[in-house]
């Protein structure tokens, strides 16, 4: 058995070391245009602003060692640049010595990954507008911070965003220019609000609903025009606006790609040809929610296909069971995390859909160091199956995801997240655990407990009658800010104070995360009132408007 | 509906607020023994060692709270001395006046909690000899560690050990004693052997299968005899030998109880008498993974019984679905964690399981702060399906019990870990997560793709025919140290070097952790050599070895 592999970075590398286990005797061939295989493509920001300080850390799995351990014919800085799928052979180019030859395959596995766009603006190759997809982009990024002053970052997405706090750590004055009203454009607006605040608190200028126009030189530096007017020096720019799946190959070679491009397989990870597989960023699979194809570039995903491409290949059955999006970001000390589908999407996907907000501690809050986090988790009206989650704090964040993310795979309801039972010690979890509160929050709704208003109906999508709008918390909390036109009674004082309450005007009762407004709400129901939470309270109210740009 | 309750921690004070929320014009009346409802009684030992500051924090629900908002009739320092179940009275007596009364009821729930074990030893009564359950023994604990030097803790389960970490911490030279020859009993000997050495570098004295025979005055301080002959000087003594559930009342009123003493309930927490609930570490349960009969004190089972007994009494369909026995401790930066089955209960219990141990990292190996865990996972030998997990390390522990207990929850077999899509970032984790690697080597296992030996087999539980030892690990790391008798090929010259090795003897080959040996293993198999891989490799062997007392 010939095999083949184009791409020897995550999905390509799990396929040949996997399929080497299955067969000592096989002919295992791995192309790669870079410098080195198998590197840590995730860490390169990292390694940019002087966290990992040495660059042999990045390759983890050096070339000599996949040759030697997995007897792997490995041939870096070579290109492959055409497919015979007739002749089962591919062209290749030596990018050293411009030697050019051909290979033949009996399976071929395409792992070429995503190339990063550069949108089409004046300037965009200008020497000091960089992308960071590979060493050699990490290498250049690595001696300019040593001594720029001024960087603009384009796109605040998962690698924009780290880029920058890499900068900043660099001692560089940074600019992030971001298309869209939000930063990391995969999560709700309002989830990722307080993570904006936190770069703008870290010195990170920030620029929403903005793009870059033009990059223009400027003696030695760089001067980037906005739409918005605003001109921002830079000694070095970072395109971060995206990528697109490296398909060329695959499309040269007559294989079906879907409309973003992406190179279209089965759930054996096989292409239209059948002695063709591809995997990882530059393939279209289907969304675990709801089979819908979606190209999402993922380390994990990524070596899983190369594993189920590599048993397929020997006739196991192996089968991908498609993406859910699982996602997580640290950016300085905040944390946000995702899984499956977002509000949006749903939304735009008309996929009913309830959502519930809670905002709990990390840990017991007797404990030190205990810090809120909030996870939104969006769920089915008809029998509580979970959709999505996204979770955004500092500590505790990437566990509460996972654990939503392992819910989600199982299928699991809101009603089995009440009863998980998790790990509880007064620095890890609370014996409610902030999943056991969504959870309980969520099925509550479902039960008709508590009736449930979300901020955006406040927001001037305007009912018919506007609400009594009644803040629960105490005094003091209300003096420090409330929403406009609420009425301060404190649920400790609400059941002696009912008759200040409209019988026939309905009452939004709310509080700072939405515990003690559910109580108030259990309270005005059973008392006739006609009543609704406010989803997340004070807190969601908060983050919703600071999302919508007040 | 009168509802009364005994006990306002955990699950009285949960059923108290649930109850309350489903029904305003209930009369609720909540009964504490000791001075507070609903306090941190986890937290109590790191308020004795300082790490927690103020006693307040300790206060989760603070007496007048539960007044205020929940319109609970609290009486604390009250106790309940009998049920009359004929009348659906109880008698109480206030601790603070002596007086006493019977207050009636229409529900009665029990929740006193579980009582610490005194064993029967000379000299347990002694002033200073402490137990640890409420709030009154902290502040005795709390004012004796200001002055004391010397300190023994009887008993290494959850609680000794957290006190022996809080008493280091006020700089007491701590003695550990306990009658098992390992620590945390509900664990499997050689996942906390390492934790043991990790006591005893923080200078904790640990002594194993021994126990206190005497404790005797001396001067001022006392002096513990152990049943090994040595005396140890304490100028305070800490008995952590378990608990007993508190079922005196229960008994009393003719109320069935288990084996062990457990009040005995069914699915809706309700007992023999349909009139009365108990909850929390006072009764027996079921386990989740086979329906066996439990008692586990845990607060998220407390937690949530109690809310479920409050839905029932108002008509609730509500189930308790039985408990996990999930659990974890820290102790100094060490944590353990189960979940599900331990080894020794599955052997004892005659239930057929496989098993495998992993020691990756907690996150990426590239990114600063790595540390290695453990994972120890049970699985049924038919069809995969989780029987039972522990994770011991530092970091990312907590993370990875809770992922593989939402799996034991959700019914998830070994492959589907493999499948596990969790969130990756090099600060978090790894593209393969070490659960998802857990998963590969059981579902390798299941698949014949590398026959698994266990360590057990190499100690002296001898075969027929002695394997060939096959260490495949660098010169460096054998020389370093190695299982005796083994012979050292590197896998990466093991292909070059097969003639070295026995065609009809048995091998077993061995790497650090499991990987490498995985290898060697799908090598050497494919050669037509009789090998196994050594489960958890060298890592493991050490940890069994440990645990043995070697």
């Given at each position: 058995m010939k095999i083949v592999i184009v791409g020897a970075v995550a999905g390509g590398a799990s396929a040949a070391a996997r399929a080497r286990r299955l067969d000592e005797d096989a002919e295992i061939v791995l192309f790669e245009r870079g410098e080195a295989p198998s590197f840590a493509n995730c860490g390169l920001p990292y390694y940019v602003g002087g966290v990992i300080q040495q660059r042999e850390a990045l390759l983890v799995a050096p070339k000599q060692r996949l040759v030697d351990r997995y007897r792997l014919d490995v041939r870096t800085r070579t290109e492959v640049t055409a497919i015979d799928r007739e002749a089962k052979v591919v062209s290749v180019r030596n990018l050293e010595t411009g030697e050019e030859y051909e290979q033949a395959y009996d399976k071929l596995i395409l792992s070429p990954g995503a190339s990063p766009l550069r949108p089409p603006i004046p300037g965009v190759d200008l020497p000091k507008v960089f992308t960071l997809r590979d060493l050699r982009d990490a290498d250049q990024l690595h001696e300019i911070v040593q001594t720029a002053k001024h960087a603009v970052v384009i796109g605040a997405g998962f690698i924009g965003l780290e880029m920058a706090e890499n900068l900043v750590h660099r001692g560089l004055k940074t600019t992030v220019v971001e298309l869209a009203d939000q930063i990391l454009p995969p999560w709700d607006a309002e989830m990722v609000a307080p993570v904006a605040e936190y770069l703008q608190q870290k010195?990170?200028?920030?620029?929403?609903?903005?793009?870059?126009?033009?990059?223009?030189?400027?003696g030695q530096a760089m001067r980037v025009r906005l739409r918005s007017g605003q001109q921002v020096a830079a000694d070095l720019v970072v395109m971060s606006v995206g990528v697109r799946p490296e398909n060329a190959l695959a499309v040269a070679?007559?294989?079906e790609v879907g409309p973003r491009g992406g190179i279209q397989v089965d759930g054996h990870m096989q292409t239209t040809d059948p002695d063709i597989y591809a995997v990882g960023d530059a393939v279209e699979v289907r969304h675990f929610v709801d089979g819908s194809p979606i190209q999402i570039p993922l380390g994990g995903p990524a070596n899983r296909q190369g594993r189920i491409a590599a048993d397929c290949i020997f006739g196991r059955d192996s089968t991908y069971r498609g993406t859910q999006g699982t996602a997580v970001v640290?950016?300085?000390?905040?944390?946000?995390a995702m899984t499956g589908h977002s509000e949006k999407v749903l939304a735009s996907a008309s996929h009913p859909y309830l959502k519930v907000y809670v905002h709990p501690k990390d840990h017991a809050g007797y404990y030190p160091g205990a810090e809120s986090l909030t996870i939104k988790l969006l769920f089915s009206p008809d029998d509580g199956k979970i959709l999505g989650a996204q979770v955004v704090g500092g500590k505790g964040v990437d566990k509460r995801i996972d654990v939503?993310?392992?819910?989600?795979?199982?299928?699991?309801?809101?009603?089995?997240?009440e009863e998980m039972e998790l790990a509880y010690a007064p620095q890890f979890g609370s014996a409610k655990d902030p999943v056991n509160m969504a959870g309980?929050?969520?099925?509550?709704?479902?039960?008709?407990?508590?009736?449930?208003q979300h901020v955006e109906s406040l927001l001037g999508d305007a009912a018919d009658q506007p609400p009594f709008i009644l803040d629960v918390r105490s005094p003091a909390e209300f003096e420090a800010g409330h929403v406009p036109g609420a009425v301060n009674i404190s649920v400790d004082e609400l059941r002696n104070r009912l008759d200040e309450l409209p019988k026939d005007q309905p009452i939004v009762a709310y509080c700072q995360v939405g515990m003690r407004g559910y109580l108030a709400t259990r309270i005005l129901m059973q008392r006739g009132f006609k009543v609704s939470n406010l989803g997340g309270g004070y807190t969601t109210y908060g983050a919703m408007v600071s999302s919508r740009g007040a």
């Open positions: 010195g990170i200028d920030l620029k929403l609903s903005d793009a870059a126009e033009a990059i223009e030189e400027d070679a007559g294989l640290g950016i300085f000390d905040m944390v946000a939503l993310a392992v819910a989600l795979q199982a299928g699991m309801t809101v009603y089995d997240l309980f929050v969520a099925a509550g709704v479902l039960r008709g407990d508590h009736p449930m």
